[in-house]
T-cell receptor
Framework: GQQVMQIPQYQHVQEGEDFTTYCNSS?????IQWYKQRPGGHPVFLIQ?????EVKKQKRLTFQFGEAKKNSSLHITATQTTDVGTYFC?????????????FGQGTELSVKP | GAVVSQHPSWVICKSGTSVKIECRSL??????MFWYRQFPKQSLMLMAT?????????EQGVEKDKFLINHASLTLSTLTVTSAHPEDSSFYIC???????????FGPGTRLTVT
């Protein structure tokens, strides 16, 4: 069945270091979405990428959608303690199942001050 | 914009009782609402999808008679956990979307503990 895989599962960095999480889909996606969930909180929508090869930036965060629209990455430059949380990528279920998303397992980021 | 509220934020109930959780989109009309369950350190597991005025569609393995969903309006969906048991204890999160190609906005979640 359709799968969205994310690596790494955990990442511990020193504050100021960079961080990258990778997302790979078993199928071609019409779009990819990224969410952040702080500890004890709920997922918060970060961004949606739609075009092949698209790159979008939000301050220190850079999101990329692969040319084949099957993979994506989130890169954080110079991490801060406020970046702590779990980052999920998500793609639409195959055959446009009414907006249902399939989520990756998430990458938990911890930042040591 | 795109604020989703969920009530209650936490609830403790006794085994055998029912619990209702409300999910509201506060500043937009949600054509679709989703209900998820999340276990600690795990990803989101979709339980069901609800569209205003129609029956919810449940994911495989989710008992529709146990998890009753009602989507009475474009801004309100409810999940009722009937005859709750300790194994139903979990973090339940709803999300709302303006359409099938749009992002989802999540409520703050409800932590259910069944004793």
């Amino acid at each position: 069945g359709q799968q969205v895989m994310q690596i790494p599962q955990y990442q511990h960095v020193q504050e100021g270091e960079d961080f990258t999480t990778y997302c790979n889909s078993s199928t071609t996606l019409s779009n990819i979405q990224w969410y952040k969930q702080r500890p004890g909180g709920h997922p918060v929508f970060l961004i949606q990428l739609v075009k092949s090869g698209e790159v979008k930036k939000q301050k220190r965060l850079t999101f990329q959608f692969g040319e084949a629209k099957k993979n994506s990455s989130l890169h954080i430059t110079a991490t801060q303690t406020t970046d702590v949380g779990t980052y999920f990528c998500a793609g639409p279920r195959s055959y446009n199942q009414g907006g249902k998303l399939i989520f990756g397992q998430g990458t938990e980021l911890s930042v040591k001050p | 914009g795109a604020v989703v509220s969920q009530h209650p934020s936490w609830v403790i109930c006794k085994s055998g009782t029912s619990v209702k959780i409300e999910c509201r989109s506060l500043d937009f009309q949600a054509t679709t609402m989703f209900w998820y369950r999340q276990f600690p350190k795990q990803s989101l597991m979709l339980m069901a999808t609800s569209n205003e005025g129609s029956k919810a569609t449940y994911e495989q393995g989710v008992e529709k008679d146990k998890f009753l969903i009602n989507h009475a309006s474009l801004t309100l969906s409810t999940l009722t956990v009937t005859s709750a048991h300790p194994e139903d204890s979990s973090f339940y999160i709803c999300s709302a979307s303006q359409g099938s190609t749009y992002e989802q906005y999540f409520g703050p979640g409800t932590r259910l503990t069944v004793t």
